[in-house]
């Protein structure tokens, strides 16, 4: 049978922790904005920050299966407001018409509003 954590030894190793980095901050900052010793002229300095930008510009999330992926940041509501998720899926088309190879469906969100697509299906 294992111990149970020890909370107050957490609590202090954290603390450390947040001191030791806001103590280095400084130094942080100087090595992302390239200032004193990081500064490796405009050329570099140029292509340092277009890098940075092209990050700021995506967004890394990791999915159910472990997988990482990167999505540019646009397709996200990124000031915390509630998203809508799939409550309701109808097929209203005839799912046995051998003639197409698409059906009409309609979703609807849980914020009440409706989609209509079309879903293209494998010919058998």
Known sequence: ???PPDETADARLV???ISYYR????????WFFRQGCHDRG??????WFSEVEEVREELSLR????????????CFDLIGGSVPVLSRVAILDEIDDTQRDFVEVEVELSDGSRRCCWVRCPKH
Do not use: K, V
């Open 63 to 74: 999915g159910d299966n472990g997988r990482t992926r990167w999505f540019p940041a646009h």
């Open 42 to 47: 405009e050329d570099w300095n140029r292509i």
């Open 1 to 3: 049978m294992s111990e």
């Open 15 to 17: 603390e450390q922790q």
């Open 23 to 30: 103590a280095r901050a400084p130094e942080y900052d100087e």
